[in-house]
């Protein structure tokens, strides 16, 4: 199964750009939510369901479901480790 990746951003945000960047760069399948513009309800919502506090906030999926890695240095660990 080929990665594939899904990233909630907003686009004030540098590690976000950093992460879609090195998605990009690595070819890898990826998948984009930008909640730039989201309410304070629903950003709250994503950062309680998530267990993650800030953006991005990235999951790969697995063949048994999604995976969370966490932010860009986890995500970025997780290309390169």
Known sequence: MDRK??????????????????????KIDYVVWDVTDASDTRIKALKES???ETFPICYEFTSIGPKK???????ESHLNG
């Not at 951003?9 to 690595?26: I, R, S």
């Not at 890695?69 to 995500?75: K, S, V």
């Open 5 to 26: 990746y899904a990233l909630w951003v907003k686009n004030t945000c540098p590690y976000c750009t950093k992460a879609v960047a090195l998605l990009n760069d690595k």
């Open 50 to 52: 998530t267990a993650h």
């Open 69 to 75: 890695i966490g932010g860009f240095e986890e995500l």
